[in-house]
């Protein structure tokens, strides 16, 4: 069980520590079943039952001396330093509601809302000066390797600099693994990698088609050179692209939506002079799986088509509006989540703070709760609030 999971990981640090080791909660290896999901937060190391609300508030540091040691260090600049083939210096870290590699946040429908995919995020005059836009793909090398991101445009964001999270991998995203960049130099003294410094190429990426899928099963994506996936509620998310052209989308699409079933519920819409495709796959009345190709990555919403995910049964209207991507008259797409806490979209904030005339974060909050919980999506209420001024 869980708890009993905690007591041995409690029992282990206080192992033959005696104080020599700052992690010590030994004492809570003792806690019942019920004591453990009563527990609540307390500061180690423990000692007689109490936590630490200050570490080394008493002088004594968790040395052989029990004295702090102090490194004297000569500062340097990074090894490796940007030119003119790697002009831009690559941050990485987490997102906001992300942990690691997602194995566990990542299963997370209301997490994965917010950041579907991984991405870069530059300025946008770095970006204009090497040709990428907002919301489409790009490219990123190193002398290391590459990747493929979604280009997030931010003028919070430094010049010269770009971010691109630390969490996709294999099992999220075709390209997204941002470690294949990251230079291999550490600190001589800590070992600390430099993984804030190193210097990448970014530029578009060029891809002939863009695309979206939502479906009820797992996918194995043959033909599409970028992917990534995202959990919902009752689905999975692939955003996808490709660099080569395909000549029969229908059958493409039916061959990774409908497997080798012969008799299915599908409806399309096909335009090739367009290059645009669409086809929707139902199931005893339910969406079982949806697809929308277009030759670039201006596509509908995907908050609409992922809500009909939790329906029993659709309206006449919602089947009218499903080739579409869009609601009928009566019904609201929220938009791109913003506060996964409480699902606001941002077309929900921007219709909300025009028809209210809202200016602070506070308004918006009473409003619609968004940014009233964990808070870590005030930053960008407050960049919407700025905008709609």
Same mark, same amino acid.
């Given at each position: 069980?869980?708890?009993?999971?905690?007591?041995?990981?409690?029992?282990?640090?206080?192992?033959?520590?005696?104080?020599?080791?700052?992690?010590?909660?030994?004492?809570?290896?003792?806690?019942?079943?019920?004591?453990?999901?009563?527990?609540?937060?307390?500061?180690?190391?423990?000692?007689?039952?109490?936590?630490?609300?200050?570490?080394?508030?008493?002088?004594?540091?968790?040395?052989?001396?029990?004295?702090?040691?102090?490194?004297?260090?000569?500062?340097?600049?990074?090894?490796?330093?940007?030119?003119?083939?790697?002009?831009?210096?690559?941050?990485?870290?987490?997102?906001?509601?992300?942990?690691?590699?997602?194995?566990?946040?990542?299963?997370?429908?209301?997490?994965?809302?917010?950041?579907?995919?991984?991405?870069?995020?530059?300025?946008?005059?770095?970006?204009?000066?090497?040709?990428?836009?907002?919301?489409?793909?790009?490219?990123?090398?190193?002398?290391?390797?590459?990747?493929?991101?979604?280009?997030?445009?931010?003028?919070?964001?430094?010049?010269?600099?770009?971010?691109?999270?630390?969490?996709?991998?294999?099992?999220?995203?075709?390209?997204?693994?941002?470690?294949?960049?990251?230079?291999?130099?550490?600190?001589?003294?800590?070992?600390?990698?430099?993984?804030?410094?190193?210097?990448?190429?970014?530029?578009?990426?060029?891809?002939?088609?863009?695309?979206?899928?939502?479906?009820?099963?797992?996918?194995?994506?043959?033909?599409?050179?970028?992917?990534?996936?995202?959990?919902?509620?009752?689905?999975?998310?692939?955003?996808?692209?490709?660099?080569?052209?395909?000549?029969?989308?229908?059958?493409?699409?039916?061959?990774?939506?409908?497997?080798?079933?012969?008799?299915?519920?599908?409806?399309?819409?096909?335009?090739?002079?367009?290059?645009?495709?669409?086809?929707?796959?139902?199931?005893?009345?339910?969406?079982?799986?949806?697809?929308?190709?277009?030759?670039?990555?201006?596509?509908?919403?995907?908050?609409?088509?992922?809500?009909?995910?939790?329906?029993?049964?659709?309206?006449?209207?919602?089947?009218?509006?499903?080739?579409?991507?869009?609601?009928? !008259? *009566?019904?609201?797409?929220?938009?791109?989540?913003? +506060?996964?806490?409480?699902?606001?979209? =941002?077309? /929900? &904030? #921007?219709?909300?703070?025009?028809?209210?005339?809202?200016?602070?974060?506070?308004? !918006? *909050?009473?409003?619609?709760?968004?940014?009233?919980? +964990?808070?870590?999506?005030?930053?960008? =209420?407050? /960049? &919407? #609030?700025?905008?709609?001024?």
């Amino acid at each position: 069980t869980p708890a009993a999971i905690f007591r041995e990981h409690a029992a282990l640090s206080g192992y033959q520590n005696g104080g020599s080791r700052d992690f010590d909660i030994g004492e809570l290896s003792t806690l019942d079943d019920a004591d453990y999901a009563a527990l609540q937060p307390i500061q180690w190391p423990i000692t007689a039952g109490q936590g630490t609300a200050r570490m080394f508030a008493t002088g004594h540091f968790f040395t052989p001396s029990g004295k702090a040691q102090l490194i004297a260090v000569v500062p340097r600049p990074p090894h490796h330093a940007t030119s003119d083939d790697f002009p831009f210096t690559l941050n990485t870290g987490r997102v906001r509601d992300h942990w690691h590699t997602m194995t566990r946040t990542g299963k997370a429908p209301r997490l994965s809302e917010h950041t579907a995919e991984p991405y870069v995020e530059i300025h946008p005059l770095d970006g204009n000066e090497v040709g990428v836009h907002d919301g489409a793909l790009a490219k990123i090398f190193s002398r290391w390797g590459e990747v493929i991101v979604r280009v997030r445009l931010a003028e919070t964001q430094q010049r010269g600099s770009v971010f691109v999270p630390m969490h996709w991998n294999d099992q999220f995203a075709s390209q997204g693994r941002i470690d294949a960049l990251v230079n291999a130099v550490v600190d001589p003294v800590s070992g600390q990698p430099e993984l804030k410094q190193t210097p990448v190429r970014v530029q578009p990426y060029q891809a002939v088609w863009h695309g979206f899928l939502l479906s009820r099963r797992k996918l194995t994506l043959n033909g599409a050179s970028y992917w990534a996936r995202a959990t919902g509620e009752g689905f999975y998310r692939y955003e996808i692209a490709g660099d080569q052209a395909t000549e029969n989308w229908p059958a493409w699409a039916r061959s990774l939506l409908c497997a080798s079933e012969k008799q299915v519920n599908w409806v399309e819409y096909h335009d090739a002079k367009r290059h645009q495709y669409r086809g929707v796959r139902m199931v005893e009345s339910r969406v079982e799986s949806c697809i929308f190709i277009a030759p670039n990555h201006e596509l509908p919403s995907r908050s609409w088509l992922a809500g009909l995910f939790a329906k029993g049964s659709l309206t006449e209207e919602e089947h009218k509006g499903l080739l579409l991507g869009k609601p009928p !008259v *009566g019904q609201s797409d929220v938009g791109r989540i913003v +506060c996964a806490c409480f699902g606001v979209g =941002i077309n /929900t &904030l #921007l219709t909300t703070i025009s028809s209210q005339r809202l200016t602070t974060t506070d308004e !918006v *909050g009473r409003f619609l709760k968004a940014g009233t919980n +964990c808070g870590s999506c005030l930053p960008e =209420i407050k /960049t &919407l #609030l700025a905008v709609a001024k």
